[in-house]
């Protein structure tokens, strides 16, 4: 269906030649494509069918995280937040059909200035009022950040607004409202958007700080099958949940295109290095691949790719099982952005730095996305904050995550072991999970805890689906050195013996290195020019080149000698 989306002239444009506000209107353009060329259906947002998980992980995706940007709010989080109406509010039909033709660009507008994560406890109000609610910002720091609001790129756009309902003076918790806050042109009366700063080196977008000025708006603008509905929630905090039900797919999907770019990497590096060569004592050059140095990022890079698309769709097909508990559906949707974004972290700028100073230009791509994934780090649920609830709430056994029996690997040794020793360490403290015992020793644990569990699912899931072991071990090699300690201290691998385990994976994986490459399945989505001399000379021609016909000054040049 999308095959021709590499090929297709708004993703052959160079954008390293294009100015700021340009590649903005770009990455717009794009995204209207991708919805045309996907034609989703509203029913295929709200269940997260097939169809709506091959747009979401499109490796096309990789190459614009503007792109993608517009499209995980757009799509996952506005289409499907009103999509679950549908049935009992026909009236919102016609606003989802312009959204899913990408003739208006919805906008989630959840967090705000001054509260960041803690967005329960917003600031933005909706009054009732006879005909209807008043939107209104009370105060700078309620101002929403930092969803792109502004009307620059000739586009209306429609944001979901998280406010407080207030009633006859009455606080009855937060709700999503509808609010059109843009046409082609200039904003709506009331609504401001104050345009935020470049974030250097990644894909521009008109990143915004929005604010609103006694807005009034339809009862029909307040998301719920029932706009009548204005009780106060028996549970605030539960209701608020519901609220944001879209909020642990969207920490699922904007995952995808990391994966993707971990395997551009991979490629980018690898392909590089293959033809990259220095001049020994000897008549031949010798190509940089053969040296350890370079092999080990490269291999790193090429067996997470592999592991981790071979991992993501099995979670997203268990993640839509109905009688999944949606904590535990929430948990594993938060152990699979913890494990890829750190993967990405820890592969994307070991291969570029082995790329040399080719590896710090944009239009070799691994810096511009070494820069982009910081944002994936923070959207949908920042990964630290993620971590310290799940880990939390695992060890105060609320609900159990399905992890790979123990004795299946020691990936999953070490992850079980590692959640069996802080529960054990909680039980030992006085006063609990409230104490400062629990702040200092165990919440520092939360990230590697849940990364471990990613690990062991990623392995097993590699094992079952039978994927080459000398990419099996690479992967478990580079897991091991993240807790080298536990290892040594429970598997018996001394530091020696982990670096021998690490000689034995590379050289296994070394005569297949070509095939492994290939098997990324990135090679359409990869334009550096780097990969190949052909390629550079290609690019080089398409390079600006500035030449003139001044003749210096002899008595300059004297003076400076």
Known sequence: MANHLPHHPLFTTRVEFLP??????????????????YNLSASDVQVCSPKYWAMMTDPIMSLDTAMFTILAAHVGLTIGTLSRHLHKRPDLRPLVNRLLRFD??????LTERGHGLDAFNIETTATKTPEGFIINTPREEACKFMPASTPSFGIPKVALVMARLIIDGEDRGPRFFIVPVCNE????????????????????????ITRFNHVHVPFSALVSSNIYDHSLPASPLEKWWDEVWRIPLGTLAVTAPWISSIKAAAFIAGRYSMHRSLVGKGANPIPIITFRTQQWPIAHATAVGLVMSNWFPIVTKHSAEKTLDHRVRHGIAVIV???????????VPEVAERCGAQGTFEHNYLARIENDGKGVIIAEGDVLTLCIRLFSELLLQRYKMPLPDPSESLLARHAASILEENISLLSSLHGGHRSESFNSLILPQAELAVEAMGHALAYS?????????????????AVIRRDP????????????LQRIREDEAITSTLPHLDTYLNDLAIEEYVSAPIVSDEAWKEYHDAMPVFTGNAIPINDQVQAML
């Not at 770009?26 to 991708?34: E, F, H, I």
């Not at 952005?337 to 592969?347: D, E, I, L």
């Open 20 to 37: 700021t506000d340009e590649r903005v209107s770009l990455s717009y353009q794009r995204a209207r494509l991708l919805m045309h060329t």
């Open 104 to 109: 208006t660009v919805g906008i989630y507008l």
């Open 185 to 208: 042109h200039e904003m709506f009366e009331g609504v401001e958007s104050i345009r935020l700063g470049a974030r250097p080196g990644t894909c521009p977008l008109d990143f915004s």
């Open 337 to 347: 952005k913890t494990t890829v974004c750190r993967h990405f972290q820890r592969c």
């Open 461 to 477: 899931a590699g094992l079952k689906s039978g994927l080459p072991k000398p990419i099996l071990d690479v992967y478990e090699c």
């Open 485 to 496: 300690a536990w290892y040594s201290e429970n598997a018996g691998l001394t530091r020696i």
